[in-house]
C-alpha cells in the first residue's frame, strides 16, 4: 500500500518523496498500526506492507511505479489513497498553512474538510479492482487558529477520523472483489 500526494506535498510536519506526476508519504502521520491491523483481517489476505523509499524510483510518472514495487514484495493487490484536505472561512478557501489570513477572522468559524479516496490494482496488469472514499469535517472558531501548529493539528485531526472511516469502505469494496475475481482465478487453477 501507498499514500500518494501532488508532486512535492510537504505539510508542517512531514514531506513526501519522489518527483513526477506525484509522490509518495512514506511517513505514517494519520494512519494507525490498528488500521493496518484491520485492513490484514480482510478476506484472503495474507498481510499488509507498505511501500517505502528503499523499493520506489525517484521517478514517479504513472501507478506502473508503484506497481513494480509492490511486485518487488511479491504482492498481488496494491492499495493507493491520498488525502485532499481543504480550509474555509465562510466561503473563502485558503492554503494550509496560511496562519496570517485566518489569524484576521477573528469572529468567524473557520472549517477543515479531509476526503481520502483509495484505490485497488491488480499488480501484475493495473485492472482497477475497486475504490473507497470517505469524508470527515471539523469547525473551529478562527481565534484558535492563532498558531501554525494548532492549524496542522486540526487537519492531522480530520484526516485521522476521515481514513478511520475509509477502513469499512475498503473492506466493503473488498467483500465485492472476492466474489467476483478469486473464484474465478480459483476455477482458472484446477
Do not use: C
Request: glycine share 4%.
Amino acid at each position: 500500500m501507498a499514500r500518494i500526494q501532488a508532486p512535492g506535498y510537504a505539510s508542517y510536519r512531514l514531506s513526501s518523496f519522489g518527483t513526477g506526476r506525484y509522490s509518495v508519504v512514506t511517513t505514517r502521520e494519520v494512519e494507525t498500526e490498528a488500521d493496518f491491523v484491520q485492513l490484514a483481517k480482510m478476506p484472503q489476505v495474507a498481510g499488509i506492507a507498505p511501500l517505502n523509499r528503499i523499493l520506489l524510483p525517484e521517478q514517479l510518472d504513472s501507478i506502473k511505479s508503484l506497481r513494480e514495487a509492490a511486485a518487488r514484495l511479491k504482492a498481488d493487490i496494491l492499495l493507493i489513497y491520498t488525502f485532499d484536505t481543504s480550509f474555509h472561512a465562510g466561503e473563502q478557501q485558503f492554503a494550509p498553512l496560511n496562519v496570517i489570513s485566518l489569524g484576521l477572522l477573528k469572529n468567524k468559524e473557520v472549517s477543515v474538510t479531509t476526503t481520502v479516496s483509495a484505490a485497488l490494482f491488480d499488480v501484475r496488469a493495473e485492472y482497477l479492482y475497486g475504490l473507497a472514499e470517505s469524508t470527515a469535517k471539523e469547525s473551529r472558531n478562527a481565534s484558535v487558529w492563532s498558531t501554525s501548529d494548532a492549524v496542522d493539528d486540526l487537519r492531522r485531526e480530520t484526516e485521522k477520523q476521515a481514513f478511520s472511516q475509509l477502513i469499512p469502505e475498503i473492506e466493503k469494496t473488498w467483500a465485492g472483489v472476492i466474489p467476483q475475481y478469486a473464484s474465478s482465478s480459483m476455477k482458472a487453477m484446477n
